[in-house]
């Protein structure tokens, strides 16, 4: 520890969540910016050591791809089995960057060709990030966007099953929110669509439910409740429930005022069956990103 705390100097304290504790601070030697991340070891049921060393397994794994944020150094304190992420630092995540500029089309279509490509090397890596959302994404002064916060991913599987209690409830896809446990990579570009469409609407979310019942009917509202036709399967998830109201399905065409390149993505993306959600990959050669159109 004695070591660590030589090399790096935290400074101020700029997030605190649930496992972790975020500092801003410096390289002593360099003075260069850091972020150090704190991640606290409980032992539960639910977190276990082994899901607190993922994010830095993770990390590893991923650490030479441009849209990904770099983890420059990593250390487990032997006494209390904290674990400590050193970063490169990066100024603004894309939720400060929406509230401090009024976000342009062309930057959108900038911001979501980088998530894609981080997200698409994710899943090139067997990894689902599982809580992309505004504030887990960085933009660095020169343009650049990184995708952060590994803590709540997992590696993908065809039979795998996962907890629901996954991404933040607005970010959170349809399967989850149905209970679904066997997801896939699919889930994070729901997430994915939720920021673009967000990035559209200049900053505000697309569905910001105030309950998870609320979220749900949400999501049915705007493109129909869900039946055995477009999703078999569906009425058999375990919190599916028979007095669901049957929205209409509407053609949403017009989802959001834009031009059809941008709303054609869009509208691959937020597919509530997930086995006909766009991959990453199939995003970046959509026409959206080779139009000229914003
Ligand atoms: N490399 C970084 N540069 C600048 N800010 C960061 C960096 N990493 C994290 N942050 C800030 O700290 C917050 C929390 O970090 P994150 O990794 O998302 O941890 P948590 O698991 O607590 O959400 C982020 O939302 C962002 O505001
Ligand atoms: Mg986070």
């Not at 809580?131 to 709540?152: A, H, R, Y």
């Not at 994915?192 to 967000?198: M, R």
């Amino acid at each position: 520890m004695k070591h660590f705390e030589e090399k790096y100097e935290k400074s101020v304290k700029i997030a605190e969540g649930t496992y972790g504790v975020v500092y801003v601070g410096k390289i002593t030697e360099t003075e260069q910016p850091i972020v150090i991340k704190k991640v606290k070891y409980y032992n539960n049921r639910d977190w276990t050591y082994e899901d607190a060393i993922q994010e830095v397994v993770f990390l590893k794994t991923l650490g030479d791809h441009e849209n990904i944020v770099k983890m420059y150094d990593n250390y487990v304190d032997a006494s209390t089995q904290n674990i400590y992420l050193v970063f490169e630092f990066v100024s603004l995540t894309l939720k400060q960057y929406m509230n401090k500029y009024t976000i342009e089309r062309a930057k959108t279509k900038n911001f979501m060709k980088q998530i894609l490509q981080g997200l698409e090397y994710c899943h090139s890596k067997m990894i689902m990030h599982r809580d992309l959302k505004p504030e887990n994404i960085l933009v660095s002064k020169d343009g650049t966007v990184k995708i952060c916060d590994f803590g709540l991913s997992k590696e993908a599987g065809e039979k795998k099953k996962h907890t629901t209690e996954v991404c933040t409830m607005w970010y959170r896809p349809i399967e989850a929110l149905l209970g679904c446990a066997y997801y896939t990579y699919s889930l994070d570009i729901w997430s994915a669509g939720c920021i673009f469409a967000e990035m559209l609407r200049i900053g505000i979310p697309i569905f910001p439910g105030d309950s998870e019942i609320d979220q749900i009917y949400m999501i049915f509202r705007t493109f129909g409740t869900p039946d055995e036709d477009e999703w078999p399967g569906v009425t058999s998830l375990p919190d599916y429930k028979k007095h669901f109201p049957k929205w209409p399905k509407i053609i949403s065409e017009k989802l959001l005022k834009t031009n059809k390149e941008t709303n054609g993505l869009l509208l691959k993306m937020l597919v509530c069956n997930p086995a006909h959600r766009i991959t990453a990959s199939e995003s970046l050669d959509h026409e959206y990103f080779s139009c000229d159109n914003n």
